[in-house]
């Protein structure tokens, strides 16, 4: 292929992939199949590869993520990104339309929109290219948090047609999806990890989160709902989001009913009261709905107060709450020992589904709302998944009722509840005699993204625990044909399946058995990144503190935890049993031919735009030859490797501290 084909190439199949994009993201209504879609994405991630000098900065394939950001900046708004006043009732709203007309004389048009319970974004475009993404912050600064939002497939990085205005910022929210955060959920729960109690606070922190690979693949969603800019081409706000819509951005629309213009007040309340009520059925959460002036010009006449506009007000669903007994309080013990107590309540009907339990946290919150059993307690569901007890109806307890005793030994175990300082929950220490946590740990070590072993289950696991077949996971390698077939349902089949199974887990990599350990805080990438640093279970057993958080991205917390589990010795011996099992305790010839440390020790920080490399592909080289990359420069920075247009805050800062630049040429021989 020449480079003009492969440059025409890349341009058609981008074009083709975005349009896609837009119709799967955007409009919900994908034209091709997933799998149209990837092996077309391939193609040109392909092309790309071979002919990086064509990869655009906003192609398809960018939305993976990848690019780490250490510190986000700190960036005024252009435009100050103010609030809404709230109100909760008819009268509210009422007072509301009454304050305009002090200011206006005008027959008013309203705007009714859904308000979605995420994360404020301010993002600007240039020229149709997504420029920056800020959040809210104080509401005059923000962080920049572009790389991240880059990755959100809802939110162009180029627009389509050509009227849009040459800059331009548009604002929104970003948030779960309820599958997506549900599947998160489950994700975290099959590796053992807390769960999230909160889809806006995740989303919140994912949007904070250092390496935008990994909010990728959160898969985080976005409505847009305000165009600001100077002298906009438009004369009302629906007609704003109309545009904003044919842009390719994702708005409200009035087919799907989430906007709709009032006339009057009781066009308002039709709309809030339907969605009141329909909003469970949505896949996204909202806390309430938008009413604004639609007018452009009426709105600059009815103008701001210094904290809100005076022509919009949020109007704020009440938290639906019913009152219902509480039956028994029970605790569960989890994969890591936490304790949790829980509310078995009398089944109620809130919110659209029915709640029999509800989730107390801990001791302290008992006490502090002196919840008991057999109290008529009050129950809402807010943007908790788990509904929550937020009060007691006094007036109705029974005379003789006594304040709850917080268990102070394990229901499973026995074994008496430890509580660290600091910290609210009660934990069963008995790591490796108690069922639920030896149980958890084998199912850990199944899981899909673990050893995934075929034809085991978590109720399999389950059944041959209770058989007292398995007591740890190196049981399951000298687990018999025999002894499955005597098994009550196990057809020669199943019993067969297991075994070969386990036989082919022997070949899972050695980062993935690390993995499957079950080592607090050691998940799959920290657990990639010490596999690539030690190389072998020996050299990871015996390191010392200081090595192991001279590893990238370990951290005290994580060097903490490798050294305790190690220091067990019923672990180290765990360990050798599953090595004299034949599973992979090293990194295996390949990979190892495939790293090098001719880096190892030396951090790098990549600037400017390259011709040899993509600057993705170098930040590879530097990680796979054992190297750092990070994305400031420090004292900390060995190298600076600098192509053409390297930002001039950055090379003043390299001469200040010292720091070396060398060219991409010369990083090539360093790894030659
Ligand atoms: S308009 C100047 N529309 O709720 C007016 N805001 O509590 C800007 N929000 O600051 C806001 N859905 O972060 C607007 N449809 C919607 C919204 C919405 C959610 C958020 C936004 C706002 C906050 C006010």
């Known amino acids: 292929m020449t480079k003009q084909e492969a440059q025409d190439k890349i341009a058609a199949l981008s074009a083709t992939l975005r349009e896609h994009n837009y119709n799967y993201y955007v409009l919900s209504a994908p034209t091709i199949s997933d799998y149209d879609f990837d092996m077309m994405l391939e193609d040109l991630q392909k092309l790309e590869a071979e002919f990086p000098e064509f990869a655009a900065d906003d192609s398809p394939t960018k939305r993976v993520g990848g690019e780490v950001t250490k510190n986000f900046e700190t960036i005024k708004h252009k435009y100050p990104m103010l609030s809404l006043s709230n109100s909760y009732s008819r009268e509210d709203i009422s007072d509301f339309e009454t304050r305009i007309k002090k200011l206006v004389e005008a027959d008013l048009e309203y705007v009714c929109e859904l308000k979605y319970d995420g994360v404020a974004i301010g993002i600007t475009y240039r020229n149709g290219k997504l420029f920056r993404a800020l959040t809210r912050g104080d509401g005059v600064q923000g962080d920049d948090i572009t790389a991240n939002v880059r990755t959100i497939r809802s939110i162009p990085l180029s627009l389509k047609g050509s009227d849009y205005p040459e800059e331009f910022e548009i604002r929104g929210e970003i948030f779960f999806p309820r599958d997506v955060f549900k599947r998160l959920n489950e994700e975290r729960e099959d590796i053992g990890e807390e769960l999230y109690a909160n889809a806006r606070n995740t989303a919140s922190g994912t949007l904070k989160m250092q390496d935008s690979k990994v909010v990728s693949e959160r898969k985080l969603d976005s409505y847009l709902y305000f165009v600001l800019g100077e002298d906009l081409p438009f004369r009302t706000h629906l007609e704003s989001l109309q545009k904003a819509g044919e842009w390719g951005f994702k708005v409200p629309r009035e087919e799907n009913k989430f906007i709709k213009k009032c006339a009057n007040i009781d066009e308002i309340f039709e709309f809030i009261n339907y969605w009141d009520k329909e909003r469970y059925n949505l896949n996204f959460e909202i806390d309430g709905v938008v009413i604004k002036v639609n007018n452009y010009a009426l709105q600059e006449e009815i103008g701001f107060t210094a904290k809100s506009p005076k022509w919009a007000i949020a109007y704020k669903f009440k938290a639906e709450q019913v009152k219902t007994r509480l039956n028994e309080i029970t605790y569960q013990v989890g994969r890591t020992g936490a304790i949790t107590p829980v509310a078995n309540l009398q089944p109620v009907l809130l919110a659209g589904t029915t709640v029999k339990r509800a989730s107390l946290h801990n001791a302290d919150q008992i006490a502090k709302l002196d919840i008991r059993e057999g109290d008529t307690v009050m129950v809402e569901k807010g943007g908790e998944i788990i509904p929550k007890i937020v009060g007691v109806e006094v007036t109705q307890r029974d005379m ?193 031919a495939n790293s090098s440390t001719k880096l190892e020790g030396l951090t790098f920080v990549v600037s400017g735009v390259f011709s040899l490399f993509s600057r993705d592909e170098l930040k590879h080289l530097i990680e796979q030859n054992g190297g750092k990359v990070s994305s400031s420069i420090s004292k900390k920075t060995s190298y600076i490797v600098a192509g053409e247009n390297m930002g001039p805050s950055k090379l003043a800062k390299a001469n200040d501290l010292g720091v070396a630049i060398i060219d991409e040429h010369k990083f090539s021989e360093m790894i030659a």
């Open 400 to 592: 003789f009722s006594q304040p709850t005793q917080y268990i102070t030994h394990c229901p499973e175990c026995g074994t008496e509840l430890v509580r660290k300082e600091g910290e609210a929950q009660h934990y069963c220490p008995n790591e490796w005699g108690c069922p639920p946590q030896i149980k958890g740990k084998m199912q850990h070590f199944i899981s899909r993204k673990a050893m995934n072993i075929d034809g085991l289950g978590e109720e399999t696991i389950d059944l041959l625990y209770a058989n007292s077949l398995i007591q740890n996971i190196a049981d399951l390698y000298e687990l018999t044909f025999d002894q499955l077939f005597a098994l009550d349902t196990f057809k020669e089949k199943k019993s067969q399946n297991i075994i070969d199974g386990l036989e082919a887990s022997k070949q899972v990599p050695f980062e993935r058995v690390l993995f499957a350990l079950g080592i607090r805080y050691v998940g799959e990438t920290v657990a990639k990144k010490l596999a690539r640093q030690f190389k072998n279970i020996d050299a990871l057993m015996h390191a010392s503190f200081d090595e192991l958080i001279a590893t990238d991205e370990i951290g005290d917390k994580i060097a903490e935890s490798i050294l305790a589990f190690f220091s067990v010795e019923s672990n180290v011996e765990l360990v050798n049993r599953l090595r004299g099992n034949g599973l992979q305790f090293a990194l295996s010839e390949e990979q190892l």
